[in-house]
C-alpha cells in the first residue's frame, strides 16, 4: 500500500475512523466518571547522623545517604503500615494501606518523599503525617544499639504534609487525549482492515481485469435518482447527465465496424442500477435524435413502468403470449424519441419465454422499427433470464455498482454470460461516490481523454477521428469522455 492508498482508505473510511474516536473518548469520559477520585498528601523527611568533626560530618553523611534507601523500603513495608492504621484507628487492611504509600529516596540526598493517596483529603493528610511521624520513632528504635541512649541515625520530618486541593486521579484532560490517540489509531487499523477484507470492486483495473472489458462509464451517485429515475437531458449539465453522455459517445465507439443496437443491461446483483442506468442509456441516445426503444426485460421484478410512471401491465410478456400486437404494446412517452415497451403481466415462466423464438422475433422486429433497443434485464447471478436475452443481443453492458458488487459475484455473472457466448461490450461502474474526486480519480479515470479546453461534445458524432487518435495516446487527465482501453475485446464478430 502506497501513501495514495493510505489517504484513500482514510478519505473513503473517514465514518469507521470517527466512530472509533468518539467510542474511545466516550469510553474515556465514562472510565474518568466512574474513577473515584484520589488525594495525594505528601510529607519530606530529612535523615541526619551525629557528628562533631568535619570528617565525622562527613562519613556521617555517607551513611545516611546509604540508609535512606532502606528507610524508604521500611516507609513501605507492613510494620509501619500497620503501626499508622492502629494509632488513626483506620478501618484498612495493612496491605491496601501499604498499596497507597510510596516513598522515594532522591540519590545522593538525605532526603525522602512520601506520598500517600486516599480517597479523602483530610485522611491522606492524616495518615501521611501519622505515617512519617510512626517512622522517626520507628527509626529511633532500630538505630539506638543496644545499652546505648543517643541513636546513630535520626530522622525529621522536614516538612509536613497538608489537606490536598484536588485529586490527583482522575485526569480528566490526559484521560480524554490519550481516549483521542488510541481511538484515532484504532480507527485507522479497523480502517485497514476493512480495506483488505473489502472484496467489492472499486477499480477501473479490477473492473476490467474481472470482465475483461474496458470501463466505458462510471456514473456517478445522484440522490435526485432516487425520487425521479430519468433526467432530462434537454439543458442538463449535471455530473450524471454528463457521465451518461460520455457513455453514449463511448458506445457509439464501440465495434464502429457492425455498431451494436440491441443493447441490454445487465449486472449480477439486483439494486445495482441496471434500470436507472438503462433508462438513462436510452435517453442519452434519444437525445441525439434516435428512436430508441426501452425494453423491460425484467420479468421478474419490472421496475420501468413504475420508474417512468407507464402502464406496467401490456408489455414484453403480453405481446409474447399474443394478447397484444407489438404496436398496441409500445408506450410513447413524454421523452421525445423514447418508446417504452414494459414487462406486461409478470409470467409464470419468465426464462422459457424469454428464450423463445417469439422472443427473439420480437426482438428483432425492434431492431427494425428502431435506432437502438436497450433492454433492462434481472440480475445474471440466481437466474438465468438475463444470460438467455443477452445471447440474443448484439451486446451487453455489465454494470458493477462501485463498493458494493463483489469481485465474485462480477466474475460469475461474466462467467453465466460467456456461457452463453454474450458479447459483452464493457463494463459500466454505477453509483460512483462523487465526494473526493481527486482522491478517487485514479479509480475510474479514463484512458484517452478530451483536454480540458475542449469539452465533449454535445454531438456524439462529432469528430470521431481525432477522439481515437486521442483515446491512442493514452493521456491520463481526470475525467471526459473516450473508448475504455480494451472496450469490445470481447465482441465475437456478428454471425
Ligand atoms: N446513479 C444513481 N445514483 C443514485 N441512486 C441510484 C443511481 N442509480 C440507481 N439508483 C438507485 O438505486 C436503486 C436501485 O436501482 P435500480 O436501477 O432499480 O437497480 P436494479 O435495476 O439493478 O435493481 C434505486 O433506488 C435507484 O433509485
Ligand atoms: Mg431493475
Redesign the pocket.
Known sequence: MNLQDFVRVLRSRWITISAATLAVVLSAVVITLLTTPLYQASTRLFVSTSGTSLAETYQGNRFSQERVVSYAELLMGQTLAQRTIDKLQLDMSADTLQEHVTATAKPNTVLINVEVLDESPIQARDIANTLSDEFVGMVRDLETPEGDLVPDSRVVVEQRASIPESPVVPRPARNIAVGFALGIALGVGLALIRDLLDNTVKTQQQLEEITSAGLVGS????????KQ?SILFENETSG?AEAFRKLRTNLQFLAVDNPPRVILVT?S??????????INIALALAETEKSVILVDG?LR?P?LHK?LDLVGTVGFSTVLSGAASLDEALQKTRFPGLTVLTSGAIPPNPSELLGSQSARKLLNELRAKFDYVIV?SS?LLAITDAAILAAGADGVLI?ARYGHTKREQLSHAVGSLESVGAPLLGAVF??TPTRGRAGYSYNYGYYGEYTAQSPPAREPDAEPRSLAVEAISGTTTDSDSSVGRSAGRRRRSPD
Not at 456514473?219 to 432516487?226: A, M, S, T, V, W
Not at 446483483?269 to 438503462?278: C, F, I, L, Q, V
Request: glycine share 4%; net charge neutral; charged share 35%.
Open positions: 456514473i456517478p451517485l445522484d440522490k435526485e435518482r432516487r429515475a450524471i449486472s446483483m439486483p439494486s445495482e442500477g441496471k434500470s436507472t442506468t438503462a425484467d421484478r421496475s420508474y433492462d440480475p454494470m454505477t453509483m
